[in-house]
Nanobody, 131 residues
Framework: EVQIVESGGGLVQAGGSLRLSCAAS????????IGWFRQAPGKEREGVAC????????YYADSVKGRFTISSHKAKNTVYLQMNSLKPEDTAVYYC????????????????????????WGQGTQVTVSS
């Protein structure tokens, strides 16, 4: 069973930075994908970024490109989301999710931001950006 634990959330002023961590374990295969999602109050959960463990392929939502960076430390089974130039609209609960069925197929790349593509989820960590 895949287990996921997020950490690193908090309160930061606009323009500041935070780094979220996603510690994941229990993968049945060597290769997997990790996605970061977020859900702001009153809004649907949206995909923010994704990374493939096999080759480091990354995907980003347009709203965070150039500001957020997803990376992984495979030996530690940890994925990071470095968030810079934070804006009040980045305020949300951030979730880490895993696709644990091996290396993702091509079709996954077309919908990496769909919740339904992921089979394991963490509990979330709150990020609040003050103006």
């Amino acid at each position: 069973e895949v287990q996921i634990v997020e950490s690193g959330g908090g309160l930061v002023q606009a323009g500041g930075s935070l780094r979220l961590s996603c510690a994941a374990s229990g993968f049945p295969f060597d290769d997997y994908a990790i996605g970061w999602f977020r859900q702001a109050p009153g809004k649907e959960r949206e995909g923010v970024a994704c990374i493939y463990s096999s080759d480091g392929t990354t995907y980003y939502a347009d709203s965070v490109k150039g500001r957020f960076t997803i990376s992984s430390h495979k030996a530690k089974n940890t994925v990071y989301l470095q968030m810079n130039s934070l804006k009040p609209e980045d305020t949300a609960v951030y979730y880490c999710a895993a696709y644990s069925h091996g290396s993702p197929p091509y079709q996954f790349s077309l919908g990496w931001y769909w919740e339904s593509e992921y089979d394991s989820w963490g509990q979330g960590t709150q990020v609040t950006v003050s103006s």
